[in-house]
């Protein structure tokens, strides 16, 4: 940490703001130059807030040089991080195939499409049992019955499932039945929910909220480790930004930028970023040429029916001819599914 | 709600539209033109989601015409809400003024604080007990602890308290025994948690989320509102922009469009929008000129030594000026606290 | 100027850095901590480039400590600059009242506007003689005959004109006739013209660009001012954001902080900001209340003819109206007009 | 154009705007819903400023049904327009390779590059002769002689120029000397620049704004047809969001975006967007997956001594790896260079 002095600080002021410096139990390192003067602080600053400095009057601003996470940092865990699905692995070489509808509908609904997707390829069902909605008159999702139908289709098909957990109440029922458990983007700073996910054995996939910085991002992620669980996956779907004839602005600088940041797998959700089905298969595979972990796509065998979100869903078929050009570009970056 | 089709659409694009729509129980009203055709769409739109229409494909884009949310929509609803905070009326010419410091600390220093903005006009007592924090090493808060010293000084000096639920666990208790009941930025969109305060007797206070659209931002009050509890009281303070100088943006343009918008009050937080406590002055005159029905602002008396957020903080002789020329602002535009 | 080294630099490492350092002609002081070293770099670092010393394999990265800006850094003119408009001040108490329409349309529309402007109390007269329209299709402004409009007016009612240069082109004839010189959003950062301004005398209106932070507004300041003009005032219109309900988000903290960082004079203009007029008035007042040193305000005698931008102009009564608030809340602020 | 009115509006409410409409030649067609009543307007609506019925006060909100772009638009032009730049193919399956050093030092630097990148398959060749700061005390290019140096390297490796055109005063030399003349960031809505461009023979490269959305960028290549050139070639280079890690964020979506909308070819500067020689590799490789008609990168032969950007400088080396991963994902797509 650096705290800059303002121009002109007397002696007085850089001894006061240096004795802050050692009451927090840092040592201290004065740099004056001929127009400020600045101190270097040394020791474990993860745990100093840097604000509580600029409320001295002689400090000019207080600038963070280390990374505020340590158990998410790539620094202190030089190996990319594999995470285990149920027995699929993701990280490392191997991509996360994840597909599915939107919303859980019926048993039939999830069967048809689950076995397409795994024709394809895919390696992993998703689908949402209780769904995040703008306003409280759209569908919410089937809730426990739509768990439950999940449940029936992964044992019937092989497939294991990730789906979106909404409230701590829920937490034991997903624990025991869900493969990966979704945190989604409106959730991602929910700091009461990330610290009940620290006594989980699952593995979570954690969504990057839609003004969450990377550094917020892996924060979110530190919550989950520093609580107990060190098995999270990293889910770009995009930012929020002025354009808005996307949904929102798919940022897949954040593939190669968290992969030197942190160990942690990191996949792209195309179908939300955008919000438009054309868009998915061009950012599916540009997400892979990228470099990404994985990908999560929705897949509907009817759109035009769908309960939601019909509009960003690909049909089977096209699933199927995108997974065909996604491996040969995986090819091209050394990964595999 | 408005079906834009694409230019050329034929005979049988519009009638299979057109069936979509009736579907949904609403009436269709086809306007060709020379270039392009549109399908108005004439009922209670609310429920429908225009999403489902774009996946024919046969549609351009789909618009919506009607605001989604009804009961907190000035149109059906043309007079100001004022809501009673343990007999503090804010909303429709009453001004909420809520101070008190970031986190609360002890029984000492919250009790100096609250006599002090007190004598300055100050309404209500601000106070944090549970913290959401970025970073899961940074002080979360005292707790219930925290909870008990703000009654007890609410007891002694008379000043109903606000302060943030972060969790559905503690609901009972928070409904039992704080005033206003705050949502932070980050839990705005926590739907799970929105429809549970809708069974709390007690106001809420509804911060807008860092990212939050004016739209969003009510469809989360109306969340509250459709699960029983009709009393909202909203909260500016500041949104994510490409500007890190302030940590976030005041939209100050906000109180105009949510007057015009809604009945609820709206209520600006400047301490939490620039994150610098030479701001606040500028920025709570600045709203209460703009027309805000309150301002909530953090108060330290010894902000040095905050174990929160000190850099953000008044001390109380600021305060105490500062509340001397917002009185004289608020009567140019006929409001009292 | 500070350089962050990557963990566990070596000694070479550190020696590179260091001799790039002096080569640039600055003075380095060294910070070796537990975890990284850091540089400091002592002397004008406002001719170099951080990004230069980033290039190198062992720097992690490099911080910028001292703002990039001299002549319009308050730091080295601590006094508020009081702009002279052809005998109106602006700045240090000061209020430029700017008010007229958007476009010059004709002799009796401006003369008609320019004379009840006056009458409420505006102290200059705009009109857009060259319009920046996004469409080429849209109405471009009526020219050289717009100017001289303009002229006409102002030689009748006595309000000094202000007006915008697209081109350098118009250099010369704006530099004769026109007052204030103004640079719109889209050319705050057209560096060729902000260096021909220069050359000019008259004093220059800069608008910051939609999407310009606080210290590349003042830089492009300091280009004309390095140029050799140092008559320079600022004015915030507006930034874009997520938010599209407004045209822009009014971004009214730029007040203060601007206020801090340079002397140079703000003001505001909310009629281009919010694109709607009955977002003016509250606007308008909360920018004299947070400290602006004047208003911009679109005012037409006709909006529902007006030939651009109607939709944001107050009719002359209501502009009336606002200026005998604003002057109440003025005098709280302890500014005058 | 679609005229929404308020709630309850009167028939004599109607009628007026009805009229307004028109007055504007267009046809008008109203449909009254139980809440609300909405006129659709029809006719060629791209001359018409939405905004002007703002203003009445019984209109709600003005909505563009129709694109206000027509030479640029695909709906006009189906098929991809491939454009000439001095013999290499741009647009329609063939990628335009563009690579060079931020900025022209010495024919010797430029020379060696122009070599090497030639070698590993590019087929025209940057380098900034004229250059954009934010400071006027930084390095502002060459000018002239940085023009002369690329026609002497152009001349003696065989790769026709690409560099950045910021003032109409050089517009008859880069005519005369530069195969494709590229309008930066900054100057994409220098609208009086824009109409100039339409008496030039050359094509030109217009980057995107750094807040501009999809429409105004096409709205800009549209002034250019407008006046008289057609052969435009869109560049994506990052926009400006909450997210600081990264110099801007790199929008790939915007690449299906605009080939649906616009028959323009649309490439991609990856070294500008992150500002990170680190992130080329992977957002170069996305890009050709997302479908870009080309790459435009920046490679140094010594980016520790660059006068400008070395930090986002390749050096030939990785150039030459990137180019092989590139051809293997370009032939996935169809397309080749």
């Known amino acids: 940490m650096i705290i800059v002095l303002k121009p002109r600080a007397k002696q007085e002021d850089i001894a006061r703001v240096e004795a802050m410096v050692k009451r927090k139990g840092l040592d201290s390192h004065i740099v ?10 040394i020791g474990d600053t993860t745990q100093v807030d840097p604000k509580l400095f600029e409320v001295d009057s002689a400090v000019d601003k207080v600038m963070h040089v280390q990374e ?25 070489g ?19 499409i689950a076995k397409a997707v795994k024709a394809s390829g895919a390696n992993l069902l998703r689908g949402g049992a209780f769904k995040p909605r703008t306003s409280p008159y759209s569908f919410q999702g089937l809730g426990l019955k739509g768990l439950d139908i999940l449940c029936e289709v992964r044992d019937a098909v092989g497939l294991p499932i990730v789906t979106e957990l909404m409230s701590p109440d829920y937490l034991d029922i997903f624990n025991e039945k869900v493969d990966l458990i ?24 954690l969504k990057r909220g839609l003004n969450a910085t990377y550094e917020e991002w892996i924060m979110s992620a530190e919550y989950i480790m520093a609580s107990g669980n060190e098995n999270v996956i990293l889910c770009e779907r995009g930012i929020r930004t002025f354009e808005t004839y996307t ?42 040429a990228a470099g ?4 999560m796509i929705e897949v509907h065998n009817n759109p035009e029916c769908a309960l939601c979100d019909g509009a960003q869903s690909l049909k089977p078929r ?8 996604v491996s040969q570009i995986a090819a091209v970056t050394g990964k595999t599914f």
Request: proline share 5%.
């Open 247 to 288: 949904r929102n602005t798919l940022d897949l600088q954040s593939i190669p930028v968290l992969r030197r940041l942190t160990h942690l797998p990191i996949i792209v959700d195309p179908s939300h970023a955008g919000g438009k089905w054309w868009l998915v298969d061009s950012m599916a595979k540009a997400s892979v």
């Open 318 to 325: 096209k699933y199927d001819d995108l997974l065909r050009d």
């Open 32 to 41: 004056v130059g001929a127009e400020m003067t600045i101190i270097g602080c």
């Open 94 to 112: 191997y991509l996360a195939m994840i597909a599915g509808p939107c919303s859980v509908e019926s048993v039939d609904q999830v069967m048809e």
């Open 68 to 92: 505020p996470y340590k158990l998410a940092n790539r620094a202190f865990h030089p190996e990319d991080s594999v995470i285990d699905v149920s027995g699929v692995k993701v990280g490392g």
């Open 292 to 295: 990404a972990d994985g990908l």
């Open 182 to 205: 979704q945190i989604g983007a409106r959730n991602m700073q929910n700091f009461d929910l990330l610290k009940q996910l620290g006594q989980v054995d699952r593995p979570i996939l």
